[in-house]
């Protein structure tokens, strides 16, 4: 079955501590995406990946650094300078950037707590 | 003014009601049009996805785009328990060649048994 694998689903951070989330694909996507969600806001848009070894920042990266070197995986590690990491953490993919290809499938997330 | 805008909702209605899910949005090059449900404590599907003005029907789902009033509807019939969840619709293209989609913040819907 094709899809994306996010885990852990719960994680917690201690304060000074980086902390790494997984995301794997294997829908053979080349885009790949990472999203922060807080109640009573919409996505917001963390990094993408047009393609392997390439990655673009979003309109909130601060704070936050990805990588991609294989194209099944985009990690995401929300460092000690993301002031409030407390959210729901979405990873998506989808064919690609350009229009047509746009449909974004997600996983099921990873809730990050402060303890 | 937020790019794309909905009413959050709590909305509830019996089961076997029609819904009327609503949203709106600022930027009048956006082009395609998605609404995605999201189950509590899982991440957003696809419901359904549009291209520029007028209808489309997929089963009990339909869509419909005006986009000189820029807005965008769902309405679900004989809406079931099973679609108590958050729809959020999501908005994309212009001109430029990676057109980022722009999510509204959901709906909240609750079917009542």
């Known amino acids: 079955d094709g899809g994306i694998t996010q885990s852990p689903k719960y994680l917690f951070r201690k304060e000074g501590q980086n902390v790494t989330l997984s995301c794997e694909q294997n829908?053979?996507?080349?885009?790949m995406y990472w999203y922060r969600q807080d109640p009573g806001q919409g996505l917001r848009l963390i990094y993408y990946?047009?393609?392997?070894?390439?990655?673009q920042k979003g309109d909130i990266a601060e704070g936050y650094s990805v990588s991609r070197e294989k194209k099944e995986s985009f990690p995401l590690t929300v460092t000690s300078a993301q002031k409030n990491p407390t959210a729901f953490y979405l990873c998506?993919?989808?064919?690609?950037?350009?229009?047509?290809?746009?449909?974004?499938?997600f996983g099921d997330g990873t809730r990050l707590s402060i303890l | 003014q937020k790019e794309v805008e909905q009413d959050p909702g709590p909305l509830s209605v019996p089961e076997g009601a029609i819904v009327s899910l609503n949203c709106t949005y600022s930027n009048s090059a956006f082009q395609y049009f998605m609404w995605y449900r999201q189950y509590s404590r899982k991440g957003p599907e696809l419901l359904m996805y549009t291209y520029s003005s007028g209808n489309k029907e997929d089963g009990r789902f339909t869509a419909q785009v005006d986009k000189s009033s820029k807005y965008i509807s769902l309405f679900i019939r004989d809406s079931q328990p099973s679609d108590s969840a958050t729809y959020l619709c999501a908005p994309y293209g212009g001109k430029t060649s990676y057109d980022k989609v722009i999510f509204g913040p959901g709906t909240s819907l609750s079917v009542i048994p």
């Open positions: 998506a993919s989808s064919m690609g950037t350009a229009r047509h290809n746009q449909p974004q499938h």
């Open positions: 990946s047009q393609i392997v070894n390439d990655f």
């Open positions: 829908l053979n996507h080349d885009a």
